[in-house]
């Protein structure tokens, strides 16, 4: 098969899953800012999630990498899975008992002292989540991505059975006074923002037991010299992961500590975290495509002609990138309804969000030399540096221009890191990327975009007519101009004589 098109197949499978689970997820977006009237209470959802996304990083410390690199290196696969499984369980459980003993005086430290449940909830999730890291790695180094995808969908289908649960069912009981025999034990009208991380408790330990099964069955095998070599693999990933989650989520921390004290600082945090949300379809496109990725292109290391196809991949993912971002912004009247209106003075973040986004996706496609070459140490220098840039321009723009500042934070972070890790992978593992149209789609994207802004009119038909117009002349111009992709994207061939 050509190799484009299985991993189009693939990404298509993992994409199919990630949108249903996606928009499953998406759903809450709204919810919560109608459940939710007041952004502080959002804020604060979004502000531990930002904790929680650190922390995920440092209980996994790369080693569905590691695994993916060593299970292809390695004849026994099972000894790579149970020596990483092993591991993480080990680590995990030590985490998960810290939490146990320590949650309240950590749900102080970080201003939560009166939440200090939160902290449980949340310490019980990541635990979870980091030992069902492995046996999803596994699935999707066998290419079992349909069964991937359902365990997913599951996930978010609990997650969301549980917060309707919790914050409309329970609450509609307790204040009619029809249900006292079960609000009673279950209820608690205090606890609110609470239960949204009780719901996801709850989604990570049913999801985990899809895999004890399978888990028990493995014959473990522990390996403490192919441990070694794991995790000095894996340890430069930890460090790129833990300055590639500065660049995502720093930014939710540092309003609650750099805008100014006559700012309601969770408020903001609740209108910038509710309107990235919005940029969920980039975010989609490049988690669906990094999960069929990472494995094609391990798998296609020893083909003769590998670079100029992963030359072809990043050019692609540039144009469906671009893609995205027009029919976002085209129709962001639209899409500003995913918020509820007390959210919405802050649309002006997306499209900024939606680059920045693209960017990473690019990255991601330039990261593949050094996760190739084994120098994952140049992944971390990356990461570390749109790191810095990201904790500089939040640290000494938020205060003057508020979150604002933390959108074109994310935008320059991703754009430096793509810029270092083109310029350096030169000269280890030279691809040969056609640079000029790369850019040139993004740039006509760009301008595609300001003109829409520019000749925006007030009527409704109109203003659709001609922001549909634009993505047209941007879909007419890639077919023009990219013969190849529909044969090697969908299979669709052209002939000679048509």
Not at 56 to 72: D, K, N, Q, V
Not at 94 to 121: D, P, R, T, V
Request: proline residues 3%; glycine residues 6%.
């Amino acid at each position: 098969m050509n190799p484009l098109k299985q991993l189009a197949g693939q990404t298509a499978i993992y994409g199919l899953s990630s949108v249903l689970a996606r928009v499953l997820n998406f759903l809450l977006v709204p919810f919560y800012t109608r459940i939710f009237v007041d952004p502080a209470e959002y804020g604060i959802v979004n502000e531990l999630y930002a904790y929680v996304a650190f922390f995920i990083i440092i209980l996994s410390y790369g080693m569905e990498t590691a695994y993916f690199r060593f299970s292809s290196k390695y004849r026994n696969s099972q000894m790579v899975f149970s020596t990483a499984l092993i591991s993480l369980i080990t680590t995990s459980c030590i985490f998960a008992a810290f939490i146990f003993l320590f949650y309240s005086q950590i749900a102080g430290l970080i201003g939560y002292g009166e939440s200090e449940k939160f902290i449980l909830f949340l310490g019980l999730v990541l635990s979870m989540d980091a030992i069902a890291a492995i046996p999803f790695a596994r699935l999707r180094y066998t290419n079992r991505a349909l069964l991937f995808a359902l365990i997913k969908l599951f996930n978010v289908g609990v997650n969301i059975f549980f917060n309707v649960f919790f914050l409309v069912l329970l609450p509609w009981l307790y204040t009619s006074g029809k249900g006292d025999f079960i609000t009673g034990p279950l209820y608690n009208p205090d606890l609110r923002v609470g239960y949204v991380f009780l719901s996801n408790m709850l989604a990570s330990f049913f999801t985990l037991m899809f895999f004890i099964k399978d888990i028990l069955k493995t014959r473990m095998v522990y390996s403490l010299k192919l441990f070694r070599e794991m995790i000095l693999y894996s340890l430069p990933l930890l460090i790129a992961g833990l300055a590639g989650t500065v660049n995502e989520v720093i930014d939710r921390i540092m309003l609650r500590f750099r805008l100014p004290d006559n700012i309601d600082a969770l408020e903001q945090i609740g209108i910038y975290g509710a309107n990235i949300k919005i940029a969920v379809l980039m975010t989609l496109f490049i988690q669906m495509f990094r999960y069929a990725f990472e494995p094609f292109f391990f798998s296609h290391e020893e083909d003769s002609d590998n670079r100029r196809l992963y030359a072809r991949v990043l050019n692609y993912f540039v144009i469906f990138g671009v893609f995205v971002f027009l029919v976002i912004t085209m129709y962001i009247d639209v899409f500003q309804h995913i918020v509820g209106r007390e959210y919405r003075e802050g649309l002006n973040v997306v499209p900024i969000v939606l680059l920045g986004n693209l960017f990473l996706g690019i990255y991601f496609n330039l990261s593949v030399w050094y996760k190739l070459k084994g120098v994952t140490l140049f992944g971390a220098l990356f990461a570390s540096c749109g790191a810095l840039v990201t904790l500089t321009i939040n640290y000494y723009f938020i205060p003057v221009y508020g979150y604002m500042a933390s959108a074109w934070g994310h935008f320059f972070a991703y754009a430096v890191m793509v810029i270092l890790a083109y310029a350096i992978g030169r000269k280890y593992y030279a691809v040969p990327y056609d640079v000029k149209r790369i850019l040139g789609y993004i740039a006509f994207g760009c301008l595609l975009f300001l003109a829409g802004y520019v000749f925006r009119v007030e009527d409704n038909l109109a203003r659709y007519t001609i922001n549909t117009f634009i993505i047209v002349i941007f879909t007419g111009t890639v077919l023009i101009k990219e013969k190849q992709l529909m044969n090697d994207v969908f299979g669709w061939k052209r002939h000679r004589n048509e």
